[in-house]
């Protein structure tokens, strides 16, 4: 197998507040229009915006990161709300001049609303979208969240890992709890023959069970 290029470009952070202590929002390729398109809600063309994307995307938190910043109003899991209750909240907004950001899995027609009005004001709002992680991003939660469990993980591990995990949120934190629970099992770093024989769905070669990197 071809060596694959090595990742150039880290996400960085996103400096909004952060409520509740849920920590920062890493912006890259994946997201940067859509972060982009929230500084400048002012400039909607109506007071509402969908955002829509993966599921373990970050949205919520880049939805209350909004929130914060510009005191709106937030309606998460859209589709499990009340078509009736998101569709005063529009025309609340509206009328406050007081952004809302509405965050789905989908945008219509894949979202079905039933409801007429609701639709056309949904159509008619701003639609941004959180892609699939990149290379970068998965690179950054990677080191992120395993540093702050006190796992620091090597430049040589990301590049090789970020190209070969599937490019979806779900994937990358599945991944981060298998090299979590591996590096606890064996008392010791994460390593790349670990990170080898995890990717094979292999038992961790003797080496790595006695804490050794290659």
Not at 63 to 74: D, I, K, P
Not at 91 to 108: G, S
Request: charged letters at 30%.
């Amino acid at each position: 197998m071809t060596s694959s290029p090595p990742v150039t470009q880290m996400a960085l952070p996103l400096i909004w507040p952060e409520p509740e202590n849920d920590g920062d929002f890493i912006v890259s390729d994946a997201n940067n229009i859509a972060v982009e398109q929230l500084r400048l809600w002012q400039k909607w063309p109506v007071k509402s915006a969908l955002l829509t994307g993966m599921r373990k995307s970050g949205r919520s938190l880049l939805g209350r990161l909004f929130v914060a910043r510009t005191g709106g109003e937030l309606i998460d899991n859209a589709e499990r709300r009340s078509e009736e209750f998101i569709f005063h909240a529009w025309n609340r907004a509206e009328r406050l001049k007081r952004p809302l950001l509405v965050i789905a899995d989908q945008p219509p027609p894949l979202w079905k609303i039933r409801l007429p009005d609701l639709r056309s004001r949904m159509i008619a709002s701003p639609h941004l979208v959180i892609k699939a992680p990149d290379d970068s991003l998965i690179a950054a939660l990677i080191e992120r969240r395993l540093g702050r469990r006190g796992l620091p993980v090597s430049t040589e591990i990301l590049e090789w890992v970020t190209p070969r995990i599937e490019h979806n949120y779900i994937a990358v934190l599945d991944w981060i709890d298998k090299l979590d629970q591996a590096a606890l099992k064996r008392r010791g770093p994460i390593t790349l023959n670990m990170v080898h024989a995890i990717m094979a769905g292999e038992e961790i070669p003797d080496e790595e069970r006695r804490g050794r990197k290659i």
